[in-house]
Structure formats: structure tokens, C-alpha cells
């Protein structure tokens, strides 16, 4: 992904990119998110002809039939009363140099490059688990590498969203005529899971520090007993 990035950014090759080589394919992209928001009617008729710019015309009803009725109402215990939309726009490069491209290329090879990371730890500390030494100093590590990992790279992945909007390099949108218009939207934003999952580990690897401390305690015991006792 990365060499496509950069060859995409030297001109090489444009986006979208879908190179076959044999039994393996390249397949990638740039996105933009954008939205679209609005009211949803809380009466309206089925004979108006309204603007559809207006609100939805989005009726939940208290029972299963809507009924016959010309005329619509919102009478369900709960009422939409707005209606979110939210999708990409996909983007075609003309080749050579574009911040948009660069700043994406960068956000989605920081966040492989997290997930492969964190992969290669848990495989160390599996090995490190089935070689017997579960708690050891090395085995801190990985677990505390874990949880830093999972922590930078969710801020990371919030910085480099918001830096990856269009608006943020200077591109506008024009649209026409009535009807539902897209909006950008950035796609930033902190995930607090993933935050409260690396704080998790790294209360995690203080176990494993704890359990090192006392394996480690109990080492010199077993390695001085008296074997004619044992």
C-alpha cells in the first residue's frame, strides 16, 4: 500500500488502483466522508407536493399497518425526529503530487502498521507463553508494548483523520438544484474503546510485572533446596 502511495504521488500510477500480478491483486483507493442531514416530518400528506429539500418524510407507526390515511403522523411511542446519513465519496487521482493522497496513504500505513505490530507482539508472547517463561521480563515487554501501541496509535489514527478532510487542504464542494445535498465531514475523533482497551493491557502487563517479581522471589528458593528433602 505504501509503494502504491508512492507511486500514485510520483505519477506512476493513478487512483483507484487495481493492479493483478500473477495470483495476487492490488486493490486501493481515497475516500472522502461525507453526510447528509435532516428533519423528519412529523405530519404530511401524501398528496403534497413538498420541496424535497424538507424534511424526511419518515413515519414510524404504532402498529405494523400504516394504515390508508391521506394524511401521516407521527403516533409511535418513539418518533424520529432527525435523520443522519453518512457514506464516502470515492475519488479518482490524476497523478503527481496531492496532500489529500499523501496525508491518506500516511493514515492508512500507520494504522497497518499498528495492527501489525501489535499482531507480531501477541505471536512473541504466545511463544513466550508455550517455552514455559509466561512471567518474565520479556514477557512485560510485549504486553506492555501492547497497550502503549493501542494508545499512540488510536491518537495518531485522531490526528491524521482530521488532517485527511478535504476542506483541510483547500478543497470546496459546489452543488446544484434542490434535493439532498452532501456535506464533508471530518472523520476524526479519539475511539474510546480503543483508548480504555490499551489502558486495559497496560493494567494488564502491571500484573505480569507483579507475577515476575514473585516467580522471580521463589527462583533461588527452588534452586537452593536440599534435594535429599526433595
Not at 407521527?74 to 497523478?95: F, K
Not at 508455550?130 to 488510536?154: M, P, T
Request: glycine residues 10%; hydrophobic residues 50%.
Amino acid at each position: 500500500m505504501v509503494v502504491t502511495g508512492a507511486l500514485a504521488l510520483t505519477g506512476r500510477v493513478t487512483y483507484p488502483v487495481d493492479v493483478g500480478l500473477g495470483p495476487f491483486s492490488i486493490q486501493d483507493g481515497v475516500s472522502v466522508p461525507v453526510g447528509f442531514a435532516a428533519d423528519v416530518c412529523q405530519k404530511a400528506s401524501v398528496w403534497e407536493q413538498a420541496d424535497p429539500s424538507d424534511c424526511l418524510r419518515f413515519f414510524m407507526h404504532a402498529d405494523s399497518a400504516p394504515g390508508n390515511s391521506g394524511v401521516h403522523v407521527q403516533d409511535a411511542d418513539v418518533q424520529p425526529i432527525s435523520a443522519t446519513l453518512t457514506g464516502t465519496v470515492e475519488l479518482a487521482t490524476t497523478g503527481g503530487w496531492s496532500p489529500l493522497v499523501a496525508i491518506s496513504v500516511a493514515r492508512n500505513a500507520v494504522g497497518l502498521a499498528v495492527v501489525s505490530a501489535v499482531l507480531m507482539l501477541i505471536w512473541r508472547l504466545l511463544a513466550n507463553a508455550a517455552a514455559g517463561d509466561f512471567f518474565s521480563v520479556r514477557a512485560v515487554r510485549y504486553v506492555r508494548g501492547i497497550g502503549w501501541l493501542l494508545i499512540v496509535g488510536c491518537v495518531l489514527e485522531a490526528i491524521l483523520g482530521l488532517l485527511a478532510t478535504a476542506a483541510q487542504h483547500g478543497y470546496s464542494i459546489q452543488q446544484f438544484g434542490t434535493g439532498a445535498h452532501l456535506a464533508l465531514r471530518a472523520d476524526g475523533g479519539f475511539d474510546f474503546l480503543q483508548l480504555a482497551l490499551g489502558g486495559l493491557v497496560l493494567l494488564l502487563a502491571e500484573l505480569f510485572r507483579r507475577g515476575a517479581i514473585i516467580e522471580t522471589e521463589h527462583r533461588p528458593s527452588d534452586a537452593h533446596r536440599d534435594p535429599a528433602r526433595s
